[in-house]
């Protein structure tokens, strides 16, 4: 079973809506024994760091992701709430993040318009089993002022803007976030997203 | 490098498209969502949904079509039309779509701007603005109330302001070209440009692909508005992208 965290961040019902199309039947949930019990789990979120991370406390999950962190199922973040997989965030206020890849989520300090807002093409970092289904230069849809920085060997892939390298997909084991919206980048998310359904062991 | 956006939009009233549309190939003549499926299947990069609907107590089926939009399709869906508080605002954006465009209940209530955005995010505030050009050429005056209502602020005060108060987008209506299907109004998209540094949605005049391509090699708007030239079938949006690929301009590489 898939679970889809509801944190009360925004709306859900797009990632669910793509998660039912590519033949997943996820539970939207901030249920800890439900979330103990899944084989793969959705963070999804928009909205700011500190909000996000507040929610979580508030709805005691932070513990029982970690739990599933060590046990090594398969998590991956979406937007925001890829970037607070990251050690700490700076938007508002600086927040200490999930901490499960090292790393910090900063505003994109460039000469280019900001939010980056639109569809961007893919460059690979690195090889990695999200990837399957997915080829290089293939655009995905982005909305985001902040991105995280991190060490190269966390980075699957990037995105061009202006001079900056814009952080697209990491991946720390288990742990695997996408800055842009799957749900919302046509086929090549619903590939994203179907590699990820092959990680779940279900 | 991020693309130039083509982002069809369907003026929607009592939950049906209106405004002449070719239907041919829908399942449901007149239903918003599958228009927007099709445009999904040609690959547009956004779909705009402007509910024209006048009573408030039907605006409850835009809410339906939304949840539906939110689950059936695979691109962002922006919402706009007589949206005036907070709460249209949280509605809206609770009901599926990713962006909500305000127009006049920003000028009556420019807090609004920047309370959605504080709650929501800059990325889902989009400020729509109808401008017209002044009777003596000295610049341009804003317009509310679907454009029977000169406010008197000016285009380029309120735009400045816009982006002040955390607007994340400009969705700029030329009064002037729009219904003309005869180019979109470069000089006013470029004053914009000029001033903001947030992304800018052309719209209102938009004729042909060619109207597409000029909007984009003359001034520096980050996404093009089209109706009638996709509801009539003139053109599909990968035809636009074609021709823009053939100019050189970088668009989305799907299919």
């Known amino acids: ?14 990632v669910y809506g793509a998660l039912k199309r ?34 979580l406390k508030k709805y005691d999950l932070i513990d029982v992701l970690n739990e599933k962190k060590e046990q090594g199922t398969p998590i991956l973040g979406i937007c925001l709430g890829m970037q607070i997989l990251f050690d700490w965030g ?22 280019e318009k900001i939010p980056h807002m639109g569809w961007n093409q893919l460059h690979f970092n690195q090889k990695h089993p999200l990837l399957k289904y997915i080829n290089e230069n293939e655009d995905v849809y982005f909305v985001h002022s902040y991105y995280a920085k991190c060490d190269p060997q966390y980075l699957v892939a990037y995105s061009d803007y202006g001079k900056a390298n814009i952080t697209a997909i990491v991946a720390n084991k288990n742990v695997m976030g996408c800055q842009f919206h799957p749900e919302k980048s046509g086929t090549v998310g619903q590939n994203l997203l179907k590699a990820f359904k092959e990680m779940i062991s279900c | 490098m991020l693309t130039k956006r083509i982002i069809p939009c369907l003026d929607i009233k009592d939950g049906k498209v209106v405004k002449g549309i070719n239907f041919v190939g829908l399942k449901d003549v007149g239903d918003p969502i599958e228009l927007a499926k099709k445009y999904d299947l040609q690959c547009a990069d956004e779909v705009v949904f402007l509910d024209i609907t006048a009573s408030y107590e039907k605006r409850d089926i835009i ?30 954006l609770a009901s599926g779509a990713d962006k909500v465009s ?21 990325q889902c505030v989009v400020v ?26 000016d285009l380029i005060d309120w735009v400045t302001k816009c982006q002040s108060l955390g607007a994340g987008e400009i969705l700029l209506t030329s009064m002037d070209a729009d219904g003309t299907k005869a180019g979109y109004d470069i000089d006013m998209i470029n004053a914009v440009c000029q001033v903001v540094d947030i992304p800018v949605i052309a719209s209102g005049g938009c004729g042909s692909i060619q109207d597409i391509i000029d909007v984009f090699e003359k001034t520096n708007c980050d996404a093009a508005l089209v109706a009638s030239l996709f509801h009539f079938d003139e053109a599909t949006v990968e035809d636009v992208r074609e021709a823009c690929r053939q100019h050189h301009i970088n668009v989305r590489r799907a299919k």
């Open chain 1, 22 to 55: 590519i033949g997943l039947d996820p539970i939207i949930t901030r249920d800890q024994d439900v979330i103990r019990q899944a084989d793969g789990i959705v963070l999804p979120g928009v909205g700011a760091f500190p909000v996000a991370m507040e929610n």
């Open chain 2, 128 to 153: 729509a603005i109808d401008a017209k050009k002044r009777d003596d050429g000295s610049g341009y005056d804003v317009y509310v109330k679907g454009g029977r209502e000169n406010t008197g602020i």
């Open chain 1, 1 to 14: 079973m898939l679970a889809i965290i509801d944190y009360n961040l925004g709306n859900l019902k797009s």
């Open chain 1, 90 to 111: 700076y938007e508002v206020e600086k927040t200490a993040g999930l901490g499960f890849i090292p790393g910090t989520v900063e505003f994109m300090d460039i000469d």
């Open chain 2, 102 to 122: 305000v127009n006049s209940a920003a000028i009556a209530n420019p807090q609004l701007i920047e309370d959605a955005a504080k709650e929501f995010g800059v």
């Open chain 2, 63 to 92: 809410k339906d079509l939304i949840a539906r939009g939110a689950s059936e399709l695979t691109i962002p869906l922006a919402v706009g039309g007589g949206i005036r508080t907070l709460d249209d605002f949280r509605t809206i």
